[in-house]
């Protein structure tokens, strides 16, 4: 089992930044890949940032490449997603998720939802205009 809490998220205005936090607990931090995902109201949930087991491979969403910056910190079993040049549309819950242990390769990152077991419970970002 692994535990995730984020944190960090609020109010901002467009074109602030926000950093927001997720601390697992339970595996080994360093097998695990982990992923940003953020649902807005009446939307699905969908990818964000993607970072893998060991943090040399990134993906980001179109929407916010160029913006956000995915990070981990093996060391404090932390993932970080930093939102630069925040949009309304950015507005959301975002959550934290990470995969099965030692899935897939150690450079691989994952953009899919179901590949993923183990959820936050969300941090709301507004963003707005």
């Known amino acids: 089992q692994v535990q995730l809490v984020e944190s960090g998220g609020g109010l901002v205005q467009a074109g602030g930044s926000l950093r927001l936090s997720c601390v697992a607990s339970g595996r080994t931090f360093s097998s695990i890949a982990m992923g940003w995902f953020r649902q807005a109201p009446g939307k699905e949930r969908d990818i964000v940032a993607a970072v893998s087991r060991i943090g040399g491979s990134t993906y980001y969403s179109d929407s916010v490449k160029g913006r956000f910056t995915i990070s981990r910190d093996n060391a404090q079993n932390t993932v970080y997603l930093q939102m630069n040049s925040l949009k309304p549309e950015a507005t959301a819950v975002y959550y934290c998720?990470?995969?099965?242990?030692?899935?897939?390769?150690?450079?691989?990152?994952?953009?899919?939802?179901?590949?993923?077991?183990?959820w936050g419970q969300g941090t709301q970002v507004t963003v707005s205009s």
């Open positions: 998720a990470a995969t099965p242990p030692t899935l897939g390769a150690a450079w691989a990152t994952f953009q899919r939802a179901y590949e993923y077991d183990y």
